[in-house]
């Protein structure tokens, strides 16, 4: 499983602020995971549509679409940071 | 050596800044930036969410950057977070140093990298409406010019 959080514009647009789900099959990477992530729902679909404006965060690191996602991780999801 | 923090609750910029040279006197030279809401467009209230288990460990990972990079004594990064007012402090960002260079550079690579790496991130309130802010390309070019050259 895979402890997905949402924050700030991503939160409103899936309408939950996180959920935990089963990593599938195949998806290995953060890239195959948002898209994975994009069909779930038409929110999630919406909330995810515009990809320049999602950023991620693997156990609490920033993490590109390469890098690698497994069982256990904490995964957030959310725009671009605007605190300072 | 820079202690962070993140609280809901207002900071005494005037007296975290003392304490950096409190007692010292190898420190020569003390910098300081403080981030307030402004109440301008109409802005009736600020409102930043955090991300909890991360935005403390990225700012001391900020915080720790600052301190490799340059010969610092010391520094305090303080971050507030929920509902705030036009005038409010937000963020604190003070260093201690021998010489004010790396006083200055430090401060205000803390400030760009706050800017771009801490996961925060801000709802105004105007006019009976809300919506969140949006990143600027000035912060992400701001931050960039202080990647290593090599």
């Known amino acids: 499983m895979i402890d997905l959080l949402y924050f700030a514009r991503v939160r409103e647009a899936i309408g939950v602020d996180g959920e935990v789900l089963p990593l599938p099959a195949g998806v290995a990477a953060v890239g195959d995971l948002l898209a994975w992530l994009a069909t779930r729902s038409p929110r999630h679909a919406a909330a995810l549509a515009d990809r320049a404006a999602i950023r991620v965060a693997v156990n609490q690191a920033f993490a590109g679409d390469e890098a690698g996602v497994g069982d256990g991780d904490e995964v957030a999801v959310f725009p671009p940071v605007t605190g300072g | ?11 005494d910029a005037g007296a975290e800044i003392a304490a950096l040279s409190a007692g010292r006197s190898d420190v020569g030279a003390v910098v300081s930036f403080t981030g307030l809401v402004r109440g301008d467009g109409g802005l009736t209230a600020m409102t930043l969410e955090h991300y909890p288990a991360m ?8 915080a720790a950057e600052a301190a490799a ?16 007012l036009p005038g409010d402090p937000i963020v604190l960002v003070a260093v201690a140093a021998a010489h004010r260079a790396a006083a200055f550079a430090a401060a205000e690579f803390l400030m ?5 790496r801490a996961p925060l991130w801000k709802r105004e309130e105007a006019g009976g409406e809300a919506r969140w802010v949006e990143a600027r390309r000035e912060d992400d070019a701001a931050a960039a010019r202080w990647e290593a050259d090599g």
């Open chain 2, 112 to 116: 760009d990298w706050l800017k771009t």
């Open chain 2, 69 to 84: 990079r340059w010969p610092l004594l010391g520094g305090t990064v303080v971050h507030r977070i929920g509902r705030l």
């Open chain 2, 55 to 62: 935005t403390a460990p990225a700012m001391a990972r900020i």
């Open chain 2, 1 to 11: 050596m820079i202690a962070v923090r993140v609280q809901a609750e207002p900071f």
